[in-house]
């Protein structure tokens, strides 16, 4: 059984263009969550989906960020456009019940932007 | 206004002596805590919980302590091993709402 996939996992950039990262939950899960590492704050959360439907975005950092998830299987995180500030690794998760208290990660996508 | 707060970013330890690593909340409404796991180039992991009602949880070499008054939790690897290397983030979580992630310490098991 696979678990949360992430793509790319590498993604190298110039600031100013557009980002797309990639992610397909475990199936039967109904919450998706996008977090950033970074080594000062750690784990962030920017958002997160129950059912397709996004519940909390107070987590992305400005306007530009997006993400979507147009189906129960794939979600999208998008910077448009890049910032040099905007790199760092981006994990997606994903839990079986409304109340995450265990999330299953993605092996994370590193960005860096020049 | 960071809730959970890891104070160490890293820690060594002796291959078989105890591993304890700290983490402080400020929110008093946090009602489950969690242990995450995370090696290289992977995603965390869930290691261990425990709910703000108990005291302590225990999982073969892990030990979650929880202390409210004092707002700390702690995990305890006692033997470590060098597979424990890795590094190891705090959550908590108010129920019905977002899990909240330290920064992360890094331990590394030294043989």
């Known amino acids: 059984d696979a678990g949360v996939i992430q793509s790319p996992r590498h993604e190298v950039t110039e600031m100013g263009q557009e980002v797309t990262l990639r992610c397909k939950p475990i199936?039967?899960?109904?919450?998706l969550f996008w977090y950033r590492q970074t080594m000062m704050r750690g784990l962030e959360l920017l958002i997160y989906?129950?059912?397709?439907?996004?519940?909390?975005d107070s987590g992305m950092p400005e306007d530009r960020f997006s993400a979507k998830m147009p189906n129960a299987s794939f979600s999208t995180l998008k910077i448009q456009p890049s910032e040099p500030r905007d790199s760092a690794v981006y994990f997606c998760?994903?839990?079986?019940?409304?109340?995450?208290?265990?999330?299953?990660f993605g092996p994370g996508t590193r960005l860096t932007v020049t | 206004d960071q809730q959970v707060k890891q104070n160490s970013p890293s820690l060594s330890v002796q291959e078989g002596r105890i591993s304890i690593l700290n983490c402080d909340y400020t929110?008093?409404?946090?009602?489950?805590f969690l242990w995450y796991k995370k090696y290289p180039a992977e995603g965390p992991t869930f290691l261990i919980s425990?709910?703000?009602?108990?005291d302590k949880n225990e999982d073969g070499r892990f030990t979650v302590f929880l202390n409210k008054s004092a707002k700390h939790l702690s995990l305890h690897i006692v033997p470590s091993q060098p597979g424990d290397s890795a590094v190891y983030f705090c959550?908590?979580?108010?129920?019905?709402?977002?899990?909240?992630f330290g920064q992360g310490t890094r331990l590394t098991i030294n043989p």
């Open positions: 199936s039967g899960h109904n919450s």
């Open positions: 989906f129950n059912n397709n439907v996004p519940i909390d």
């Open positions: 959550a908590a979580i108010r129920s019905g709402q977002k899990l909240v």
């Open positions: 998760a994903s839990s079986p019940l409304w109340v995450s208290y265990e999330q299953y």
């Open positions: 425990i709910s703000s009602i108990k």
């Open positions: 929110n008093s409404m946090f009602d489950y």
